[in-house]
């Protein structure tokens, strides 16, 4: 049990669809970062947040957005959902951006139909 | 850009015996972190064992250790003494330690370890 939650836990979105994924960091970490995870492969980043601002981005489209919240909390949006949008979604925190260890929580599986 | 490779989609161990897991990587930088990370069926990705890179001494925690090849950029986790707990899919993972970047993860495709009886 690391403290990171995530939800939903699963979410079935049509194509078009706008989305909106939460994560809750273990209090007192000011760093999380979002992976997309395709069935049979490694995560990829999405992005990264520290202290509420943008503090890096991967090979993700602008529709992939983020917030991130003073109480440690934080968003994933994703708009006009693809159908290869479909995958899980991971949250990590950290206690600082240049803190070694990740803590992810359990995901959300995301379907697009 | 770096890069992680995992050539072994599946590997299978009996209980109680060793197995090797193989994970190389591709980087220009000389100071970085490696990781294994295990996600078993609950999807959550636990960290198994983490390397510094400066560090020439390999890693170990209890049953898990590495084998940390700096110059073949190698980075293999060894499980010894296997339990059945220890099916899951194993990710090799690299992280930079330029504080100046986003502190991203990079993972290998998966290793998924099967343990029979």
């Known amino acids: 049990e690391t403290g990171v939650t995530q939800s939903p836990t699963h979410l079935i979105k049509t194509r078009g669809q706008q989305v909106t994924l939460r994560c809750s960091s273990q209090s007192g970490h000011n760093t999380v970062s979002w992976y997309q995870q395709a069935l049979g492969q490694g995560p990829q980043f999405i992005f990264q947040?520290?202290?509420?601002?943008?503090?890096g981005r991967g090979n993700f489209p602008p529709r992939f957005s983020g917030l991130q919240f003073p109480n440690y909390s934080s968003e994933l949006n994703v708009n006009a959902l693809e159908l290869d949008d479909s995958a899980l979604y991971l949250c990590?925190?950290?206690?600082?951006?240049?803190?070694?260890?990740?803590?992810f929580g359990q995901g959300t599986r995301l379907t697009v139909v | 850009a770096q890069t992680v490779t995992q050539s072994q989609p599946e590997m299978s161990v009996q209980e109680a015996e060793t197995v090797t897991l193989s994970c190389t990587y591709d980087t220009s930088e000389s100071d970085y972190y490696l990781f294994w990370y295990k996600q078993p069926p609950s999807r959550q990705m636990i960290l198994v064992i983490r390397q510094e890179a400066y560090k020439q001494q390999n890693a170990t925690e209890n049953r898990f250790s590495v084998n940390f090849q700096k110059a073949a950029k190698s980075f293999s986790l060894k499980i010894s003494d296997s339990q059945l707990g220890d099916a899951a899919m194993y990710f090799c993972?690299?992280?930079?330690?330029?504080?100046?970047?986003?502190?991203?993860?990079?993972f290998g495709t998966g290793t998924r370890l099967q343990v029979t009886l």
């Open positions: 990590a925190s950290s206690i600082e951006t240049w803190a070694p260890e990740a803590f």
């Open positions: 947040y520290y202290r509420e601002e943008e503090n």
């Open positions: 993972a690299y992280r930079s330690s330029n504080t100046g970047t986003a502190s991203k993860l990079t």
